[in-house]
């Protein structure tokens, strides 16, 4: 018994990427600071493993995002169309608990802070 226990305390240390990716799934409400004032937006997020991908809900059209969870360091990118061009852009954020904050990058032209909070309401998917 002692030898399954240490067995199961090494393995949900060695990877807690999992235990954080499971707990990242769901729906995020979010805030994007940019030159023209604050953004909000949904993010949808799905876990497998250290692979992240869902969608960005904003009112000018969805966009699927691709990431990565590794540790508490959530990444992931998402292409808009921006003054009939396509940008891409780039969120980096340290994840805590039911938030997550950080920085989004314009597609090397600027950066702004980043940041998200669990929907009210909405359940931790697995």
Same mark, same amino acid.
């Given at each position: 018994?002692?030898?399954? #226990? *240490?067995?199961?305390? *090494?393995?949900?240390?060695?990877?807690?990427?999992?235990?954080? &990716? @499971?707990?990242?799934?769901?729906?995020?409400?979010?805030?994007?600071?940019?030159? &023209? &004032?604050?953004?909000?937006?949904?993010?949808?997020? @799905?876990?497998?493993?250290? $692979? %992240?991908?869902?969608? %960005?809900?904003?009112? /000018?059209?969805?966009?699927?995002?691709?990431?990565?969870? !590794?540790?508490?360091? #959530?990444?992931?990118?998402?292409?808009?169309?921006?003054?009939?061009?396509?940008?891409? #852009?780039?969120?980096?954020?340290? %994840? !805590? !608990?039911?938030?997550? @904050? &950080?920085?989004?990058?314009?597609?090397?032209?600027?950066?702004?802070?980043?940041?998200?909070? $669990?929907?009210?309401? /909405? /359940? !931790? @998917?697995?």
């Amino acid at each position: 018994m002692k030898s399954f #226990l *240490l067995a199961a305390l *090494l393995v949900s240390v060695a990877s807690p990427t999992a235990a954080m &990716g @499971q707990s990242l799934a769901g729906e995020w409400d979010a805030t994007m600071e940019t030159p &023209g &004032g604050a953004r909000t937006l949904k993010v949808l997020l @799905q876990v497998e493993g250290e $692979r %992240v991908t869902g969608t %960005v809900k904003r009112p /000018a059209g969805d966009a699927p995002l691709v990431g990565t969870i !590794k540790g508490d360091t #959530l990444t992931f990118r998402y292409s808009i169309t921006y003054e009939g061009n396509s940008l891409e #852009l780039t969120v980096s954020a340290l %994840v !805590k !608990k039911d938030s997550f @904050q &950080g920085t989004v990058d314009f597609g090397g032209g600027g950066q702004a802070a980043f940041s998200a909070t $669990r929907a009210p309401g /909405a /359940a !931790k @998917q697995p």
